[in-house]
Structures are given as C-alpha cells and as structure tokens.
C-alpha cells in the first residue's frame, strides 16, 4: 500500500539497484548540471549588478549601500563553486551550506534595507527582492536533485521567519488586520507574512516532487539507454535503427518483402582449425577474423544481420538503402577473400573465407514469439545463397553468386560461368558464376 502511494506521488522508480556504471552516468549528470547552475546564477548575477549600476540610486541619501557589497560577495561565493565544481569537490554537505549560504546573503541583503533607506525594521517585509527565493530554489531544480531543493526553500522559509521575528523585537512593529493601512503603511499583517512562508514552502514541495518524478524517469531513461546501447551491439546498427523507429513494438511476422542480395560466408576447415586450439584461443581467433570481416562488410554497406558459428549472414538492400546491393555484395566478397587471402589470425592460422551470393526478393522482419524475437531475412533466394556457399567445397571456388546477381551487378566484374545445378530444396536449375581475379 505504502509503496504504491509513493510510486503514484512519485512515479514508477527503476526495478533494483542501477548498476555502478548506470550511477556513474547519473553522476556525471549532476556534475555538469551543477556547473551549468553555477554559470546561470553567475550570468544572473552580473546582469543586476549591471542593472544595479545603470539604475538611479533610490536611498534615502544615507551612506551606507549593502547593495554592491552582497552582489559583490555573491559573485565570490558563485565562482569559488563554479571552481569546485569543475574539481569535482563539492560534497552533498557542501552544496547544501552552498545553497543555505545564498539565501543568507540574500536575506542579510532584504534586511539591510531598513538601514538603506532609514525605516523601521518592518520596512523591509514589503522588499520585492523576496521574490528572488523562487529564482534560487528553480536554479536548484537544475541538477535533478530534489534534496537541494527541499533545502534551498527550508533556508527561504527560516530565513524569512527570522527576518519577521526581527522586526517583530524590534519595538517598531504595528501589527493591522487592515489591508489598505498595511499595502500603504509600515504596518505588519501577520496573514501576508504566513501567505509569503507558505508559498515558499509549497512551490518547494511542488517543485521537489516534480523532480523526484523527474529523477525516477531519468534513470528509468539512462538504463533504457544503457540497455539499448548494449542490445545494439548484438544486432545490426541498422537493424537497431530500424526497431527504434517503428511506429509500433514489433510482432511476430512483421516485414517486408524487398529486392537484395544475400551473402553467407563460411571458413574453410573450420572443424580443422577447432580441433587444434583451445576453445579461449578459438573464440579469440573468431574475434580477430569476424573484426576483419566486418570492416568489409561495412565499407560496403552490409548490414551482418546472423552470425552463426564461424558463417556469417549478410544483406544489402534488406534494411538499409543501396541501389548497387548486387555490386555491393560482389565487391565486399572480394574485399574479404583479400582480408582473408594471406592473413594470419592469432599468429599462425588461416581462415579462408568462402562465399555465396545470390540477389532476389527476400522477406525481411521479425519471427519468434511475443517474448523473445529475431530480427532476420528469410526466403528462397537466402536458402540458394547458403546452398552456393557449401557448393565452393565441391567445385575448389572461394565465391560462387547466381545469375540474378550478375545481371543485377552489371559491367565492372569478370564473371566465369561455374556450373548449371539444382541446389538441395529446389526444383529450377540455378547457374553459377565466380569472377576471375
């Protein structure tokens, strides 16, 4: 019950503990709000100060001008935070004096009027320059951080009680139920001063559970993102794009049917290779050869949409744009078969890399159930490209590609026509070209 009534008040919190590195980002949040706040009450700062100096002087020809002095000691206060806070060494309880220190000086300011201008000490309850709490306590709210709020209108409140129980031992308060005598006169009406208390107090409830809400949605947001960044390393970049722009959470069955090319690569002997390594070398060895291959397959623009085992599944034209994909998928095959070629990966070992191509409509979406999808390409012209790959073994080729993706490819290559077969699954012939290099 109780923490359903918090979670309405203050908005669902994030599930758990945030993880160090999830905290370490709110952290670095509030360091810049921080300093972003320093440069704003700075800015603020200068700006009456200019005010201050351009403006005809108002006191009742007295000597004594608190005016520039306060502004004087708030510029020093400002920078010397601005300067802790670019040193990272402003503590909780440090913004917190901080924050009480503002408003003291800001009050010792509204106090001093009496003396300014000659008056009695309830002269200065009728200061508009109260009005400048509530620009300090919306400074606080820039760094999401409901304490130094709660803080900030507390010092206000306690601050402007003192300042009433001044004038009030003073001997020179003349206290009215009267409005017009209390609007035109020194007099004090006691309901306006708890009016002015009470405003002060509920703006910064209000605005403290505004940024308690606020807190809760940024870290729910931080962790979405961290979780988004991390997913999107398991997925395609255009993949990830395409998931976070759709105009509704994905289904089972949804895509679309698109013409592309479909290329499968697989390492020649790789069960060989398995077998004379420990499994920590053989993971290494498929880090260094896939970070090889996916250089080429996005100087290209691929998108490697499967990774399985040591094959990998790419497409051209099935999510991203790109009106060559035939071309696209000839030129990044031979870029990997030259990758591959001479190189050695983990000192010592060879992966050369076969290939199959094939250009045709292919259906592109997701499939799986409502918990737990896969963001993949499927078809019969993605069966022939992976029949064409396993087909380089028997005919001693490292890049086989169909008839569709020659013509679709166009001049540029050196095409050696291969074969007429029918692949595994299928009753048509396909035709089989390499190119010569």
């Known amino acids: 019950m109780w923490r359903r009534a918090v979670d309405l008040i203050l908005g669902e919190g994030p599930k758990g503990s945030p993880p160090e590195r999830v905290r370490w980002l709110i952290v670095e949040q509030q360091v810049r709000s921080e300093i972003l706040i320093g440069w704003v009450q700075f800015a603020l700062i200068l700006f009456f100060l200019v005010?201050?100096?351009?403006?005809?002087?108002?006191?009742?020809?007295?000597?004594?001008?608190?005016?520039?002095?306060?502004?004087?000691?708030?510029?020093?206060?400002?920078?010397?935070?601005?300067?802790?806070?670019?040193?990272?060494?402003?503590?909780?309880?440090?913004?917190?004096?901080?924050?009480?220190?503002?408003?003291?000086?800001?009050?010792?300011?509204?106090?001093?009027?009496?003396?300014?201008?000659?008056?009695?000490?309830?002269?200065?309850?009728?200061?508009?320059?109260?009005?400048?709490?509530f620009?300090?306590?919306?400074?606080?709210?820039?760094?999401?951080?409901?304490?130094?709020?709660?803080?900030?209108?507390?010092?206000?409140?306690?601050?402007?009680?003192?300042?009433?129980?001044?004038?009030?031992g003073s001997g020179e308060m003349v206290v009215t139920r009267d409005y017009v005598h209390y609007m035109t006169s020194n007099s004090v009406l006691v309901g306006a001063e708890i009016d002015k208390i009470i405003s002060i107090l509920m703006v910064t409830v209000v605005l403290a559970i505004g940024l308690a809400r606020a807190r809760r949605t940024l870290y729910r947001a931080v962790l979405d993102s961290v979780l988004a960044k991390d997913l999107s390393r398991f997925v395609a970049p255009e993949v990830a794009d395409r998931i976070s722009s759709a105009e509704r959470a994905l289904q089972p069955g949804d895509g679309e049917v698109r013409e592309a090319s479909?290329?499968?690569?697989?390492?020649?002997?790789?069960?060989?290779?398995?077998?004379?390594?420990?499994?920590?070398?053989?993971v290494a060895l498929l880090n260094a050869y896939f970070e090889a291959v996916s250089v080429a397959v996005e100087r290209h623009g691929g998108a490697i949409t499967q990774f399985q085992g040591d094959a990998m599944l790419v497409t051209f034209n099935a999510i991203g744009s790109d009106p060559e994909h035939a071309a696209s998928a000839l030129r990044c095959a031979l870029d990997i078969q030259e990758a591959t070629r001479e190189r050695n990966f983990g000192g010592g070992v060879r992966m050369r890399t076969r290939c199959g191509i094939n250009t045709g409509q292919i259906v592109t979406g997701a499939v799986g159930t409502r918990e737990r999808l896969l963001y993949t390409v499927h078809g019969d012209e993605v069966n022939i490209a992976a029949r064409l790959e396993q087909l380089n073994k028997k005919y001693g080729t490292y890049l086989l590609a169909t008839e569709n993706t020659v013509r679709a490819a166009g001049p540029g290559f050196s095409f050696r026509r291969v074969d007429e077969v029918v692949v595994r699954g299928r009753e048509q012939p396909t035709v089989m070209y390499t190119i010569q290099t």
């Not at 309880?93 to 009695?120: C, E, K, N, T």
């Not at 479909?262 to 053989?282: A, C, H, M, N, Y």
């Open 51 to 133: 005010l201050y100096t351009v403006s005809p002087k108002t006191s009742a020809g007295t000597a004594f001008l608190p005016v520039p002095w306060v502004l004087a000691a708030f510029v020093a206060v400002t920078l010397l935070r601005l300067v802790a806070a670019h040193r990272r060494w402003l503590t909780p309880p440090l913004l917190v004096l901080g924050v009480v220190l503002d408003m003291a000086l800001l009050m010792g300011l509204i106090w001093s009027f009496h003396l300014q201008y000659a008056q009695p000490a309830p002269f200065y309850l009728k200061a508009p320059t109260l009005l400048y709490v």
């Open 135 to 168: 620009l300090f306590i919306a400074l606080r709210s820039l760094r999401f951080e409901p304490l130094y709020v709660l803080a900030a209108g507390a010092a206000a409140a306690a601050g402007w009680l003192l300042l009433l129980g001044y004038a009030a």
């Open 262 to 282: 479909v290329l499968f690569t697989d390492i020649e002997g790789f069960s060989t290779i398995s077998e004379k390594v420990s499994p920590e070398r053989l």
